[in-house]
């Protein structure tokens, strides 16, 4: 039978990163099945290998937004039917820095009225 556990993020690192760069999550009673995690709009579910009872590595998704940012665990609940999880418990949320990446262009002057 499977143990109900509230999952708890004690920390993250790095508190800044770029985008597309790992994020370690650390707490305790972090490992479920299901687990995804949350950041703002975008959910990911990370690989077996990279979850832990303490710690998740994950990589950032795409399209998350420079600045300031949240993670949260989620523990979904299965019940058969529908095959569809279910919200379960969810962690509190912890915040990180997204730094922005500036890329390489070309500058066009404005033009004159």
Do not use: C, W
């Amino acid at each position: 039978m499977r143990q109900l556990r509230h999952p708890h993020i004690d920390s993250i690192e790095p508190d800044v990163v770029a985008a597309g760069g790992s994020l370690r999550v650390h707490g305790y009673n972090l490992k479920a099945d299901p687990i995804r995690l949350s950041f703002v709009d975008a959910f990911v579910t990370p690989a077996e290998d990279d979850v832990t009872s303490e710690q998740i590595e994950v990589t950032l998704p795409t399209g998350l937004l420079a600045g300031v940012n949240s993670v949260q665990v989620i523990h979904d609940l299965e019940f058969g039917t529908p095959d569809d999880p279910y919200p379960g418990f969810e962690s509190n949320a912890a915040i990180f820095l997204l730094r922005p990446t500036i890329m390489p262009g070309t500058v066009t002057p404005p033009s004159a009225p």
